[in-house]
């Protein structure tokens, strides 16, 4: 793979859904940095119909036939993560990794800390079904975002002055935050938090990902529903 591309002559293609919290990393980087694209809709693995066919690049593409996936030019990648470095790497127009090394390296270990700390937790709540579990992943939450607000309380966003690759990875919870309310996460934000939150839907990738009322609704009583499921099994 060549290591940057021409915004101008090679196109975008973004393979996702907006109910997966990791193709909304995604997506917000794409939007925050301006580049232009074509969405293919694939929805996640559990949410996709009994007749639903994947496209064939896709399959070809995406050895866990899971979302997301990106191409550029010729080229594919899938899995949020790397994704987003390779984005760095190939599109140099309006980059979320800083100039300084130092900065660099900390937004990885950002990244890598809120992918362990957040993901794991918010994902159990909307997937618990057992009222102690989900106390638990809420928790464990609470206790994810007290340790991230202390590093806001040394820069207004999650590393240095900018919105960064840190922001694209910590905006899923965001976006999804009143359908984990409604599911179950009560604990208020630490204030620092809360200010990063309202930071962060003023920035223009935010337009790309928010919810809409229906999408929210859905995103609930989809997960209300599997909770029925799950407990009348039991």
């Given at each position: 793979?060549?290591?940057?591309?021409?915004?101008?002559?090679?196109?975008?293609?973004?393979?996702?859904?907006?109910?997966?919290?990791?193709?909304?990393?995604?997506?917000?980087?794409?939007?925050?940095?301006?580049?232009?694209?074509?969405?293919?809709?694939?929805?996640?693995?559990?949410?996709?119909?009994?007749?639903?066919?994947?496209?064939?690049?896709?399959?070809?593409?995406?050895?866990?036939?899971?979302?997301?996936?990106?191409?550029?030019?010729?080229?594919?990648?899938?899995?949020?993560?790397?994704?987003?470095?390779?984005?760095?790497?190939?599109?140099?127009?309006?980059?979320?990794?800083?100039?300084?090394?130092?900065?660099?390296?900390?937004?990885?270990?950002?990244?890598?800390?809120?992918?362990?700390?957040?993901?794991?937790?918010?994902?159990?709540?909307?997937?618990?079904?057992?009222?102690?579990?989900?106390?638990?992943?809420?928790?464990?939450?609470?206790?994810?975002?007290?340790?991230?607000?202390?590093?806001?309380?040394?820069?207004?966003?999650?590393?240095?002055?900018?919105?960064?690759?840190?922001?694209?990875?910590?905006?899923?919870?965001?976006?999804?935050?009143?359908?984990?309310?409604?599911l179950g996460f009560t604990d208020a934000l630490p204030s620092?938090?809360?200010?990063?939150?309202?930071?962060c839907t003023e920035l223009k990738g935010w337009t790309a990902?928010?919810?809409?009322?229906?999408?929210?609704?859905?995103?609930?009583?989809?997960?209300?529903?599997?909770?029925?499921k799950q407990n009348a099994s039991t």
């Open positions: 793979m060549s290591t940057d591309t021409d915004t101008e002559t090679e196109s975008v293609s973004f393979y996702g859904h907006w109910i997966c919290p990791f193709a909304t990393r995604v997506a917000f980087a794409l939007a925050q940095r301006g580049i232009e694209y074509d969405t293919v809709n694939v929805a996640p693995l559990a949410v996709r119909g009994p007749h639903f066919v994947l496209p064939p690049e896709f399959v070809a593409n995406s050895p866990r036939l899971e979302i997301p996936m990106l191409r550029i030019g010729p080229d594919y990648l899938a899995d949020s993560m790397p994704i987003l470095e390779w984005m760095e790497q190939r599109i140099t127009d309006s980059p979320l990794l800083p100039t300084d090394e130092n900065e660099r390296i900390e937004v990885r270990q950002r990244m890598a800390q809120i992918d362990r700390l957040v993901f794991r937790p918010m994902i159990g709540i909307y997937y618990g079904h057992e009222p102690e579990r989900i106390a638990q992943s809420c928790a464990a939450l609470s206790a994810a975002l007290v340790e991230i607000a202390q590093w806001l309380q040394q820069s207004e966003w999650l590393v240095g002055s900018e919105p960064t690759l840190a922001e694209a990875v910590m905006i899923p919870l965001y976006v999804r935050l009143d359908g984990l309310r409604a620092t938090i809360e200010q990063h939150r309202q930071r990902v928010q919810w809409t009322s229906e999408e929210s609704t859905e995103f609930v009583d989809r997960f209300l529903a599997y909770r029925r």
